[in-house]
């Protein structure tokens, strides 16, 4: 009878020390994958919280665009890798409207990104790859394209004309 005692005893203290080593490993489990995790979700949200760089570069002197004329002008991206080469060059389409007042549309097709081409006679953007095309004012007149095509705000600075870049938003399928 004693020993049966003994031995529930020795049972019950053999169970409680399972329960605590479990709950001891648990608890070490959660706190390595807490560690693991942080970097990791780190690393991927990082990009979405940083903010887009946006940079005025000069695209042309004032005296170089008659009113109404449309030019294809190129630019250094906004935030061009130190080894991004001719990569980091991007283009835009730039009208002047008036005597101090400009338009800059994206050279990319909002459908997959192609350089679209301006077309004088018949006053329309076209892009070659699937046949989209755009108004004079960057509206899609037909096509696959799914919007306008970006426009990137425009200032004139000791006679020179200045493009705010930024990095041009491509539709995703
Ligand atoms: S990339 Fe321009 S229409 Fe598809």
Redesign the pocket.
């Given at each position: 009878m004693t020993e049966n005692k003994i031995d529930e005893t020795q049972q019950g203290a053999d169970e409680n020390k399972r329960r605590f080593l479990i709950k001891v490993s648990l608890v070490l489990s959660a706190l390595s994958a807490f560690a693991v995790g942080i970097p990791v979700v780190s690393a991927l949200l990082a990009p979405l919280l940083e903010k887009a760089p946006e940079v005025w570069r000069k695209v042309a002197d004032l005296d170089d665009f008659a009113i109404g004329a449309v030019k294809l002008v190129t630019f250094k991206n906004a935030d061009p890798e130190a080894w991004a080469g001719i990569t980091a060059q991007s283009a835009a389409w730039l009208r002047r409207d008036s005597a101090s007042m400009f338009t800059a549309f994206s050279a990319n097709?909002?459908?997959?990104?192609?350089p679209?081409r301006w077309e004088e006679g018949a006053q329309l953007f076209m892009?070659?790859?699937?046949?989209?095309v755009y108004y004079k004012d960057g509206t899609v007149a037909s096509?696959?394209?799914p919007k306008a095509l970006v426009q990137y705000p425009v200032r004139i600075n000791k006679q020179q004309i200045e493009i705010q870049t930024a990095p041009v938003p491509i539709t995703t399928l």
């Amino acid at each position: 009878m004693t020993e049966n005692k003994i031995d529930e005893t020795q049972q019950g203290a053999d169970e409680n020390k399972r329960r605590f080593l479990i709950k001891v490993s648990l608890v070490l489990s959660a706190l390595s994958a807490f560690a693991v995790g942080i970097p990791v979700v780190s690393a991927l949200l990082a990009p979405l919280l940083e903010k887009a760089p946006e940079v005025w570069r000069k695209v042309a002197d004032l005296d170089d665009f008659a009113i109404g004329a449309v030019k294809l002008v190129t630019f250094k991206n906004a935030d061009p890798e130190a080894w991004a080469g001719i990569t980091a060059q991007s283009a835009a389409w730039l009208r002047r409207d008036s005597a101090s007042m400009f338009t800059a549309f994206s050279a990319n097709c909002t459908h997959l990104g192609c350089p679209v081409r301006w077309e004088e006679g018949a006053q329309l953007f076209m892009c070659p790859c699937h046949g989209g095309v755009y108004y004079k004012d960057g509206t899609v007149a037909s096509g696959p394209p799914p919007k306008a095509l970006v426009q990137y705000p425009v200032r004139i600075n000791k006679q020179q004309i200045e493009i705010q870049t930024a990095p041009v938003p491509i539709t995703t399928l």
